[in-house]
């Protein structure tokens, strides 16, 4: 059974509002927030320029870090530098311990498909591996190992607390391990 609506006083508001806002549209000229005046150039220069395959693998990885990270409670990304694929997670609400370190270091192996067990990775190369593979290039022309290569330049670093003060915890760690070192920063 459809419920119908009575006309009232909300639709002699909505046919005043409407056109009044219409009107307002079409006659307020949006401008760029001061010092962005150049924005519009930008943002077309940077529509040109082509993304690498580099920056789609980071932007997938950092989709499965944010899907991981909402999950257990935490913020993570990844960036690439010097051949390193480096994934920086961040949680300022856990006590401050190794055992939270290892907390948040396992919910990201798990999700990326390591074995909590022996540290390796239950597939022949990790998830997060999967993300650096495209179908359109012969990884064996890059390299004879590539997933096993992109696997162990996948390194993890946990941040506890705020640091700087000798508050917070730093946790480092490759993806593919069962250890990892700590230290109070």
Do not use: N
């Amino acid at each position: 059974m459809a419920m119908r609506m009575r006309p009232g006083p909300w639709l002699a508001a909505l046919a005043v509002a409407l056109p009044i806002s219409a009107a307002l549209a079409g006659a307020v000229e949006l401008k760029p927030p001061p010092g962005a005046e150049d924005g519009p150039r930008i943002v077309e220069y940077l529509r040109g320029q082509p993304a690498t395959l580099l920056d789609l693998s980071l932007v997938r990885l950092d989709a499965r870090l944010a899907a991981v990270g909402a999950a257990h409670r935490f913020w993570a990304h990844a960036s690439a530098q010097d051949g390193v694929i480096r994934v920086y997670a961040y949680d300022d609400r856990r006590p401050i311990s190794p055992a939270s370190c290892k907390e948040v270091l396992d919910a990201i192996r798990f999700d990326a498909g390591v074995d909590l067990e022996t540290g390796g990775p239950i597939e022949p190369a990790s998830g997060y591996a999967s993300l650096f593979s495209y179908p359109r290039i012969r990884e064996i022309e890059v390299s004879d190992t590539y997933m096993e290569t992109v696997d162990a330049m996948l390194m993890v670093k946990v941040v506890l607390g705020t640091t700087g003060d000798g508050q917070g915890l730093v946790c480092d760690a490759a993806l593919l391990a069962k250890d990892f070192t700590h230290s109070a920063q």
